[in-house]
């Protein structure tokens, strides 16, 4: 994160800096593992943090020490863990006052799997965590701590060199304006997009219709997310209807209390066209309202 930055990088640096100051505020806070793409800042975030609101940040990078991935194969308990990491660094360790930095994490199972007895066992201490390819381990059950470990995402603000549906066509097609079956519907009900779509060009050919949602309420939903697409085949000047359904599940989002996806009601934007890039797509409003108890 060198260089100026832009209005858009300070507006994100501001909303992690808080969410991550609800967390160290929180009484009943869980070790906290920021997820991530390599070389978006996460380290850099997580040192700033520690360094504006605690005493003393302990750091310790799990891919470059293979002694220390070591050490946590020999116990499980966070005392003796402590006890170790201290002689890894001249940082006092301190429940409230030092903040313990495990990044590069997912080259410990070990380490990863530890969080689930500072949770429980020492939740004094602030932990938190960072990786690359963090979602393997999410699918191996015994190494990673299910429901002891908050989550803070950290997504690219940059300009892809090539958006998500970039492509070439020998024809040119044009979106209209595309129409909800509702603009606002009950958690667990889903909503079908219509969108009118013509080849202004002089050879038939192919468009790829995509969909995506943008949650305006959720500080922790990403920035927009791919719900549906369609590919569609359309003869030279002719036009057709494109209808993409977005299912419940279009608008969940991980849960800590329940362990699990779970439906956000709020306000959302319905982004459609054929790339991901901003300038390429056009939005609709919706609302999801809490489901009827």
Request: with cysteine; proline share 4%; hydrophobic share 35%.
């Amino acid at each position: 994160m060198n260089g100026q930055k832009n209005e858009d990088d300070m507006e994100v640096e501001r909303d992690i800096m808080a969410a991550l100051l609800r967390w160290k505020q929180r009484k009943n806070r869980q070790p906290l593992i920021i997820q991530g793409a390599r070389q978006i800042g996460k380290t850099w975030v997580m040192r700033k943090f520690g360094e504006e609101h605690f005493e003393h940040v302990a750091y310790f990078n799990f891919d470059a020490s293979e002694e220390l991935c070591r050490e946590f194969e020999r116990t499980k308990d966070p005392g003796r863990l402590v006890d170790i990491l201290r002689l890894y660094t001249e940082c006092p360790i301190e429940p409230g006052r030092t903040l313990i930095i495990f990044d590069e994490i997912q080259q410990s199972n070990k380490a990863l799997n530890s969080l689930k007895y500072f949770c429980e066992d020492a939740p004094e201490y602030h932990i938190i965590a960072a990786g690359s390819l963090l979602g393997v381990s999410l699918l191996q059950g015994d190494s990673f701590p299910v429901g002891k470990v908050e989550f803070l995402r950290r997504y690219f603000k940059g300009e892809p060199q090539y958006a998500f549906g970039y492509g070439l066509s020998y024809t040119d097609f044009e979106f209209g304006e595309a129409l909800l079956s509702s603009s606002s519907i009950k958690a667990g009900e889903k909503v079908e997009i219509t969108i009118p779509l013509t080849n202004v060009g002089k050879m038939d050919g192919a468009e790829v219709v995509q969909v995506y949602v943008k949650s305006l309420t959720n500080p922790d939903a990403p920035i927009k997310s791919l719900k549906g697409y369609v590919r569609q085949e359309i003869k030279a000047g002719k036009s057709e209807k494109v209808r993409i359904t977005l299912e419940p599940e279009s608008f969940a989002y991980y849960n800590a209390d329940v362990d699990g996806l779970k439906v956000f009601p709020g306000k959302y934007q319905i982004l459609y066209g054929n790339s991901s890039r901003d300038m390429d797509l056009s939005s609709l409003d919706l609302e999801v309202t809490p489901a009827v108890q």
